[in-house]
C-alpha cells in the first residue's frame, strides 16, 4: 500500500535559520507531491505541488521542494525562516493506480520558531 | 468567491445522536472529498465524490454516510454518533486536475 512518511514529529528553529522537512513516500511510479501548512485552528493552504519537470518547485511565503525520485522523497525547504512560519505542515500524495484522485498524507510535523 | 464553505463550525453530540455536516464550494469542482483530522494521525480521507451523484469510500468510511445530490454541495453524516468520532473534519474540492482546496474545518465533540 502506497504511505507517506514524514519522520520529524516536531522540530525547533531559531528564527532566521534555514529549515528542512522530511517526506518520503513509497510508490513506484512518479506520483504527484503536495505540501500543505495549517495553522492553529484553520483549515490546510497549499504551498506547493509538483506533477512534473523540473524537479526543484518554488512555492508561496519562499519556501521550495525539491523531487528526488531516487530516494523517493519531496523536502520541503526555507532559507530563512521567520516566526510567522510557526504551523503545522503536511506532505500529501497522490497516486495513479487512483487515477490521482485521492491524496495521502502524512502525520505532520510540527514547526516551532525560537526567537 | 467564498471558497469551500463548512457548516457547522463546532458541534457536540450525545452518543447515539445523528447529524449532518455540509459542505458547499463555488469554484465548479467536478471533485469533493471529506477528511478527518486526528493528532498524530494527520489527515484520512473518509468519503469523496468524483462528481454528482456519485461517491466512493475511502480509507475510514465506517459510522459515516455522504451524498452529493448538487454538484456545489457535499454532506457528510453520522447515523449514531460515537465517542471514537469526536474530530475535526475537513471538507476539499478539486478541479479534474489540480490542488485540492480545504474548507476551515468543523470541530465535532461526542459525548
Known amino acids: 500500500a502506497q504511505s507517506v512518511t514524514q519522520p520529524d514529529i516536531h522540530i525547533t528553529v531559531s528564527e532566521g535559520a534555514s529549515l528542512e522537512l522530511r517526506c518520503n513516500y513509497s510508490y513506484g511510479a512518479t506520483p504527484y507531491l503536495f505540501w500543505y501548512v495549517q495553522s492553529p485552528g484553520q483549515g490546510l493552504q497549499l504551498l506547493l505541488k509538483?506533477?512534473?519537470?523540473?524537479?526543484l518547485v518554488q512555492g508561496i511565503k519562499g519556501f521550495e521542494a525539491e523531487f528526488k525520485r531516487s530516494q523517493s522523497s519531496f523536502n520541503l525547504r526555507k532559507p530563512s525562516v521567520h516566526w510567522s512560519d510557526a504551523a503545522e505542515y503536511f506532505c500529501a500524495v497522490g497516486f495513479m493506480n487512483t487515477g490521482f484522485q485521492k491524496l495521502v498524507f502524512g502525520t505532520g510535523t510540527r514547526l516551532l520558531v525560537s526567537p | 468567491n467564498a471558497g469551500v464553505t463548512q457548516t457547522p463550525k463546532f458541534r457536540v453530540l450525545k452518543t447515539g445522536q445523528s447529524m449532518t455536516l455540509l459542505c458547499a464550494q463555488d469554484m465548479n469542482h467536478e471533485y469533493m472529498y471529506w477528511y478527518r483530522q486526528d493528532p498524530g494521525m494527520g489527515l484520512r480521507l473518509i468519503h469523496y465524490?468524483?462528481?454528482?451523484?456519485?461517491?466512493a469510500k475511502g480509507e475510514v468510511p465506517d459510522g459515516y454516510n455522504v451524498s452529493r445530490l448538487k454538484k456545489q454541495n457535499f454532506l457528510l453524516g453520522l447515523e449514531s454518533a460515537a465517542p471514537s468520532q469526536t474530530s475535526v473534519y475537513f471538507c476539499?474540492?478539486?478541479?479534474?486536475?489540480?490542488?485540492?482546496?480545504f474548507g476551515p474545518g468543523t470541530r465535532l465533540l461526542v459525548l
Open positions: 509538483y506533477f512534473s519537470g523540473d524537479t
Open positions: 476539499a474540492s478539486r478541479r479534474f486536475e489540480g490542488q485540492q482546496y
Open positions: 465524490s468524483v462528481g454528482e451523484g456519485t461517491t
